[in-house]
């Protein structure tokens, strides 16, 4: 091998504690280097070029660059050896900026262990081999799993591109939280408007295949060629004769059951259309609660549903659907505010969450949008916000911010005065995070010209004198503990990852933080992609967010599909194990520890032997590190790579 | 030349590529001051850390081996340190059988964002490494030790240990 | 079923709690719950000593855990929370080994760390358990409305005491439902009563023992239960400085769960001590129980 | 009001003290007040709850030493429960005692002398002897009115001792005492 | 009927559907056997069962996957067995346990001592007797009783397994369990009591006697890598062939570690070490640790799965250190 060593200077960031004359010159003397020098940045277009130059000039094989972190111009550097014709493999970077240059003065020391770190790129070089990516052919149809706001606007824009697109809702409606609140904010528009126009566009939509009340039960492949079976749950009411009369809800004769979409705060019959813009617009059964499974006879419904469409003895069933690559947009749930006992959540029926809330302000609530309060039904007049319920509390294990809620609490405040009149809101808030477009000014009006009274401190406790809610709380800002009687206590219930989040992590084998919300591959530049190929993020389940954000990520991420499709072939990194097939004994450990059942058992001359799957290795090299010949090797991390950087270090 | 006499220990890192190695980077560009003694192998996760690579690289002759990954849980291969974990804590525990202080290696996790972490667990285990000293060598047992060991194994047979 | 327990009763019990230490020790062996006195027990420093130092209330406290050990059990029940604060604190703090070393100092003897303390309430809860006292009702009491009072650190904090909810406890609840009493939702069970500044600053227990009654009272309580001597004493004995001081005129019972408990097993008047109470709960407990209102 | 120079009047070693002594990080403190919202003694004290936690922050050693509220906190540990950052507040209250009692400070005297008396009965019982604290409190403070409306209500009732319940082991008591005094003086 | 005659009658019946069945038989003196391997009726008269038959049958599955075979196995065996089964490196279709109780079986080394130290010659050995408490071994005409919990291997003095946990065909009555003898650890006892540098001693002493023949490899039941162990190996890499004593611990590293959680303490590693060097109290000391850190015992159950194959998202036993 030729080796060519190029140390950057990176203007005075390197050379200013490195000299990178040395570090040149003493590359020299390393095995199979021919040539090596100095450089002033070896990222700009003449920095680039000189290495191209040198690799025709010398006859280079390989290449060494000791400058920033490989982190940020791998790719970079790959390239431009690539254009000079060689493999882009056949290239190493020595860190000696961020890890050697930025993080210590003395200049002896540094340019000592950037000829370390030079040292250890070149044994490693020495044993890296071209890689060639295999390619593969893409089935052009793509999964959303979540249709509320966010998943909507991914499968709109995905369809609206020439794709197929499958979308799959868990409740009976599509919607989402979005479909459940009165307004939105800042513009105080109504939601159901604005969300009901594109709810319908789903429904139209040729491209779109909705499964609605069904969940994803298990995927497997890889992207371009993903198979998901879909657990659609049986309704018991045939949805092709179904036509959403709702003849059947009004005979229903179970009528008193929580209505899970007005957050149990009102009643709804066990045969249910969930709200009137519901799409698709078709009845289920709820079996828990439903007389005729219950207690074995009623068949109210079955009687006069007029198109007979009720299916007692309907089964789930499972549907295989074959993607190439797949959206979750499974949202987020809320904090159960009975954990915060002294608030009286779930004790006292006048303490509710603000989604409860948006119920009762909403038309189509259970109050008809009149603010009644749940225990005795009188129009509150004082009415006492509480923020951070179960955000921001290390002591809940929710230390996180929920983003959205002092939004919304502004928007309820300035609501409840176009209700109420002569009504009073209070806002015990710590901070009021308002970073997006006219967000602050709307806070502000919500105290300005709304008179909200906001109150910089928490609440200790909410109790009961009489027929009030003695809300007891401190005001930070004037030193001193308040009290207000209130009617009714709205708390602003932190967001917590969706029920079952992490199980469907599992399933599409992406990473999620330690609160269930999905993990995204970097924070910054790769906020919908996730380190699954294929797979990819929209709205709140990676964190929190509000409408404007869901929305946008929803079309980042059918961006972010259409772009993979726009391929008819793939290439898959070529940075995956391979087996040595003479080595292999095949017992196996790889495949049981593999975290992307990318390894295989295949049959060779009659004796078991593992394979990997190209497409779906992902590169970690767990098995290379389990198994105890050696026969499975992570090609560009092999062991005799490592080996050679740490007998380079022992030895040096 | 390359480890200053006097000044540096020989100290090997092994970082994951995707949170440990990129939390060394935070730290640069954060230009959080720290020790010259490590050299950082880089290594796609902390599941690819073959115990074995420890192991030599401490019979061959290291002071002190530092691993570090992705916090459990946040594995950009979803479980990689969790095997990792295990593997390590095992070789942890083997070291000093060998007759290899344990203190000599150390692993941890520190995310891509943590370059304050970072700094801290280098200048700590540095402190640690140099407050050990240089690593006794298995080829360079003092003479009166070995005939020490040798004298009390040769009264009770060679499998009797003292 | 006897189980057997050592009995820490804790300084107010000779003197000012004396009906709590009765009615406790009369309703405990009515139920099988055999109480062992600790011999010399001394007392734990209360709220004093841990305000002087922590070193010092854990050590008044070790002293008595080892006497508990040295009887060769395992663990103590007391009927006073603060008495339980300072036993469990120490404890807790004597789990940092150079913490004990600095108590183990002040010692004559060495304290081993493990025995456990618990109070009275949760000893009946757990050890005795609602069925055995629902099988012990001789006279239910059947139209009496009660509002327990848990005082402020009968469960704080909650990481410490591991017992019941620390805002909402009901162990006491359940006791007196199994009683038969009908028990009124009481919003302020944990709130403190102004605990020792009865004697330094009547005006600070004044204000906040007032608000307890107007609490309880306002819910409709014939009487308030009870579970602390420093509780009952604010509560009972200075009603009449509360009165005073709020321009209220409240006169409402304020018993031990003990003596309730002690009514509804047929025990003996003497071992209740309604007595000794300042206002004495009869009047308005027959009233109840004869249905009358 | 006085403006506090946070570069000059910063005692890091204050700070320092009573992290250590109380175990607690006071920078995870985000005022949000709400153990001044639960602290049933608020109206009391000179300075709520949160603002000594601020004060520790700011290292205001003097302001916070000679508090009244430090000798007001009863120690009833709804902060502690309630803090969203488990922070046990009460633990710090009660290590700015230490500290207080250390400097000779005392804002409430009446307080200081009332938990001394009741150590010091302690100390020579080896149990509380209620009715002979209240008489050395009172001698002590000469607050002599102390309770004596409730003297006729509860004398009757043979419920208060008129002599100590002296233990056989007081004298191991009394060594506690001594030795803690030997140990805290060294 | 003696348990060696019922074996050799079960074995008799099951050999027509088998390859071979493995077992013992007399080596090249009496007190020396070999591994047997039965392939007709007049194989199986030599077979024998006793105190002598120190060899682990299990070490020749592997070799013989895909054929049907059956084995003779000691409670100590049976485990290296089950080890292989759950590795599915051989296959239960294809094997056929025999056993029989153990009273437990001699360590030729300890056995050589006791005659050396009567000032008999050990070689040539004529007569081997044994009455489960003691051995009486007869060479150049004299005679040397030597009780067996004196010559016993370690590992039996430590036995949990006197009986096979895995077994097809079990003849006899089971053996009763042993207490466990203290002596049977006095190997890691002694290493446990050594300082660090005294340990880094020990070994070096014990590696420069090294004469890296991988006897202990070849020897190990749970070595399934055979021609492919990395210690020789070029692609990858780890060791070189250099005659030193880091390059020959590297070995003893790597064999123990690859044994972390497979290791069933049989000691056949030992027992071949021509140097006697102690190189299974790595291994225990690898197995004590696993079965502090994930409660684990390598060898007593097929469906298990290994410890450092699965992980648990929280573990109980492992703290990591605060930084």
Not at chain 1, 270 to 287: G, L, R, T, V
Not at chain 3, 25 to 46: E, K, M, Q
Not at chain 4, 11 to 25: N, T
Not at chain 5, 127 to 150: H, I, R
Request: aromatic share 6%.
């Amino acid at each position: 091998m030729r080796i060519g060593v190029f140390v950057c200077h990176c203007g005075s960031n390197i050379e200013g504690t490195v000299d990178t004359g040395i570090v040149a010159k003493t590359a020299l003397d390393f095995p199979e280097v021919v040539f090596a020098t100095d450089t002033m940045y070896a990222c700009s277009e003449p920095g680039q070029d000189g290495i191209i130059q040198a690799i025709k000039d010398k006859n280079l094989t390989g290449v060494v660059v000791a400058s920033c972190t490989p982190r940020m111009h791998e790719p970079t550097f790959r390239r431009a050896v690539e254009r000079a014709g060689l493999n882009r493999f056949m290239f190493e970077m020595a860190n000696i900026r961020e890890h050697v240059s930025w993080i210590g003065k003395d200049r002896e020391a540094n340019t000592n262990k950037s000829v370390d770190l030079v040292r250890i790129a070149v044994e490693k070089l020495r044993r890296d081999a071209p890689l060639i990516p295999s390619k593969f052919s893409v089935n052009k149809r793509v999964m959303i799993i979540g249709g509320g706001v966010a998943g909507i606007q991914a499968a709109l824009d995905c369809a609206d591109g020439g794709l197929e697109v499958v979308l799959v809702e868990r409740d009976s409606s599509i919607g989402g939280k979005m479909a459940k609140l009165d307004k939105t904010f800042p513009t105080v528009d109504c939601s159901s408007c604005i969300l009901g126009p594109k709810m319908v566009d789903v429904a139209q939509h040729p491209n779109i295949t909705l499964h609605a009340y069904s969940e994803v039960d298990a995927i497997s492949g890889y992207v371009g060629n993903f198979q998901v079976q879909v657990k659609k749950k049986a309704t018991y009411v045939d949805w092709e004769l179904c036509t959403g009369c709702g003849a059947c809800m009004e005979k229903c004769p179970s009528k008193k059951n929580p209505d899970v979409f007005n957050e149990k705060i009102g009643p709804c019959t066990s045969i249910n259309i969930p709200f009137p813009q519901a799409i698709p617009k078709k009845a289920y059964i709820d079996a828990t609660t439903c007389r005729q499974f219950v207690k074995g006879k009623c068949g109210v419904c079955a009687k006069v549903c007029p198109t007979g469409a009720i299916r007692y003895d309907m089964t789930d069933e499972i549907v295989t659907e074959d993607v190439g690559a797949i959206v979750a947009a499974t949202g987020y749930d809320l904090f159960d505010i009975s954990k915060i006992a002294e608030y009286g959540g779930g004790r006292y029926p006048d303490v509710i969450t603000g989604l409860q809330y948006e119920r009762l302000l909403s038309a189509s609530g259970p109050t008809g949008g009149h603010i009644k309060r749940p225990s005795d039904g009188k129009e509150p007049k004082n009415i006492v916000f509480i923020q951070c319920v179960g955000s921001r509390d290390k002591s809940l294990d929710r230390p996180y911010c929920s983003g959205f809620c002092c939004m919304y609490t502004a928007k309820q405040t300035i609501l409840t005065k176009d209700h109420i009149p002569d009504s009073q809101s209070y806002v015990f808030y710590m901070d009021i995070r308002a970073p997006g477009k006219m967000y602050d000014e709307f806070t502000r009006r919500a105290m300005e010209e709304y008179g909200a009274r906001y109150i910089r401190g928490r609440v200790a406790m909410v109790y009961p004198k009489g027929d009030k809610l003695m809300v007891r709380g401190a005001d930070t800002l004037a030193g001193t503990q308040v009290e207000i009687e209130a009617d009714l206590v709205v708390l602003a219930a932190g967001a917590e990852a969706a029920k079952g989040a992490p199980q469907l992590a599992e399933k599409l084998r992406i990473s999620y933080d330690k609160y269930g919300f999905f993990m995204e591959s970097h924070p910054k530049l790769k906020p919908v992609e996730t380190n699954t190929a294929g797979v990819y993020l929209a709205g709140s389940c990676q964190g929190p967010k509000d409408i404007p954000q869901s929305v946008g990520q929803g079309s980042a991420a059918a961006a972010k599909v259409l772009a993979l499709f726009s391929k008819d072939m793939l290439e898959s990194d070529p940075q995956i194990s391979r087996v040595d097939i003479k080595r292999c004994v095949g017992c196996g450990k790889c495949i049981m520890t593999c975290p992307f059942k990318a390894i295989k058992e295949v049959e060779f001359r009659g004796q078991k032997k593992a394979e990997v799957i190209e497409t779906v290795c992902q590169g970690c090299g767990i098995c290379t590190s389990t198994c105890p010949q050696g026969a499975i090797q992570l090609s560009h991390f092999t062991d005799n790579q490592i080996l050679a950087e740490v007998n380079a270090l022992c030895q040096s | 030349m390359p480890v200053l006499t006097g000044k540096e220990l020989r100290i090997v890192g092994f970082l994951c590529n995707w949170c440990s190695y990129g939390g060394a980077d935070t730290a640069g560009v954060g230009r959080f001051n720290q020790p010259t003694d490590l050299r950082i192998i880089r290594v796609p996760c902390s599941g690819r850390i073959d115990p074995l690579f420890i192991a030599k690289t401490l019979i061959g002759g290291a002071d002190g081996v530092l691993v570090s990954g992705c916090h459990p849980r946040d594995c950009h291969y979803a479980e990689g340190n969790f095997y990792a974990r295990r593997r390590l804590e095992v070789l942890k525990r083997f070291l000093p059988i060998l007759g290899i202080d344990p203190g000599r290696f150390d692993y941890t996790w520190v995310s891509a964002s943590e370059g304050q972490r970072w700094q801290k667990v280098v200048t700590v285990f540095t402190e640690q490494i140099h407050a050990l000293g240089p690593a006794p060598r298995f080829d360079a047992v003092a003479p009166e030790l070995l005939a020490k060991i040798a004298g009390a194994i040769g009264q009770g047979g060679n499998r009797v240990a003292a | 079923m006897s189980e057997a327990i050592a009995y820490y009763p804790g300084c107010s019990g000779l003197g000012t709690s004396k009906e709590y230490d009765t009615s406790t020790r009369a309703v405990c062996a009515a139920l099988g719950l055999s109480l062992v006195d600790i011999p010399d027990w001394s007392c734990c420093g209360s709220t004093p000593a841990h305000t002087k130092d922590h070193t010092l209330s854990a050590a008044l406290s070790a002293r008595n855990l080892q006497l508990v050990a040295n009887m060769g059990m395992t663990a103590a029940a007391t009927p006073c929370p603060s008495c339980l604060t300072n036993l469990r604190t120490a404890n807790h703090r004597i789990e940092a080994a150079p913490f004990k070393a600095k108590v183990d100092k002040l010692l004559d003897e060495p304290y081993g760390g493990d025995v456990n303390a618990i109070s009275v309430l949760q000893a009946l809860v757990e050890n005795v358990g609602l069925d055995t006292i629902k099988a012990a009702v001789r006279t239910p009491l059947k139209g009496l409305k009660v509002a327990c009072y848990y005082g402020c650190i009968m469960n704080r904090p909650p990481e410490l005491m591991a017992f019941d909810d620390c805002e909402n406890p009901m162990a006491m609840d359940n006791i007196l439902a199994a009683l038969g009493a009908e028990v009124v939702p009481f919003p302020l069970k944990v709130e403190c009563c102004g605990a020792s500044y009865g004697i330094p600053r009547p005006d600070v227990t004044a204000k906040l023992s007032g608000k307890l009654l107007e609490a309880a009272v306002g819910v409709g309580a014939d009487m308030v239960a009870v579970a602390c001597p420093l509780c009952q004493m604010n509560l009972d004995l200075r009603q009449s400085q509360v009165n005073r001081a709020m321009g209220t005129n409240y006169r409402i019972p304020v018993p031990y769960f003990t003596q309730l408990m002690g009514v509804a097993m047929n025990i003996a008047d003497t071992e209740i001590g309604f007595g000794k109470l300042n206002v004495d709960p009869r009047p308005v407990l027959s009233r109840a129980l004869s249905g009358a209102d | 009001m006085n403006i506090i120079n946070l570069t000059r009047d910063y005692d890091e070693d204050f700070v320092h003290r009573v992290e250590e002594e109380s175990g607690q990080k006071v920078s995870l403190c985000y005022q949000c007040g709400n153990c001044t919202a639960g602290c049933p003694y608020t109206f009391v004290y000179d300075i709520p709850v949160s603002q000594i936690m601020r004060l520790v922050q700011a290292g205001q050693k003097k302001t916070v030493l000679s508090s009244k509220s430090i000798w007001l906190c009863a120690t009833c540990e709804s902060c502690t429960t309630r803090c969203p950052n488990n922070i046990d507040v009460a633990c710090i209250m009660d290590v700015l005692r230490h500290m207080a009692r250390r400097e000779g400070l005392a804002a409430v005297p009446q307080v200081k002398t009332f938990w001394d008396s009741f150590l010091d009965s302690v100390r020579a019982h080896g149990r509380v002897f209620e009715l002979g604290l209240l008489i050395n409190y009172v001698a002590k403070t000469g607050r002599f009115w102390t309770d004596m409306d409730l003297g006729p209500k509860i004398l009757p009732k043979g419920k208060l001792a008129m002599k100590p319940h002296e233990i056989q082991g007081k004298e191991h008591v009394a060594r506690i005492f001594e030795r803690f005094e030997r140990e805290s003086n060294s | 009927m003696s348990r060696l005659e019922e074996l050799k009658t079960r074995i008799r019946e099951a050999l027509p559907g088998l390859e071979c069945v493995i077992g013992w038989q007399q080596g090249y003196d009496a007190l020396h056997n070999t591994p047997l391997f039965m392939r007709s009726d007049a194989d199986v008269d030599k077979l024998t069962w006793g105190v002598l038959n120190v060899h682990n049958p299990a070490v020749y599955l592997p070799t013989m996957a895909g054929k049907k075979v059956g084995v003779v196995v000691k409670g100590c065996d049976s485990r290296s067995v089950v080890e292989l089964l759950q590795e599915k490196l051989i296959d239960r279709d294809n094997v056929v346990i025999f056993a029989a109780g153990c009273d437990g079986v001699v360590d030729l080394t300890k056995v050589k001592a006791k005659l050396a130290a009567a000032g008999v010659s050990a070689g040539n050995a004529e007569k081997v007797a044994t009455d489960g408490k003691t051995v009486s071994v007869t060479a150049g005409g004299q005679t040397v009783a030597m009780p067996l919990a004196e010559v016993c291997a370690d590992k039996c003095l430590r036995c949990q397994f006197p009986n096979a946990v895995l077994a097809d065909v079990f003849v006899g009555d089971p053996a009763p369990q042993p207490t466990p003898n203290p002596t049977g650890n006095a190997d890691l006892d002694a290493l446990d009591a050594m300082s660090v540098d005294d340990r880094m001693a020990f070994w070096r002493y014990h590696m420069d006697r090294c004469i890296r023949c991988y006897a202990c490899r070849n020897a190990c039941p749970m070595c399934v890598c055979r021609d492919h162990c990395i210690a020789q190996s070029r692609e990858p890499h780890w060791l070189s062939q250099e005659d030193s004593v880091t390059e020959k611990l590297m070995f003893q590293v790597v064999h123990a570690m690859h044994l972390a959680g497979r290791c069933t303490e049989c000691g056949e590693c030992q027992r071949a070490c021509p140097m006697d060097i102690p190189v299974l109290a790595l291994k225990k000391h690898l197995n004590r640790t696993i079965h502090d850190l994930f409660n684990y015992q390598a060898g007593v159950d097929v469906a298990a799965i290994p410890p450092l194959l699965q992980f648990k998202l929280e573990e109980d036993n492992i703290k990591e250190r605060g930084w």
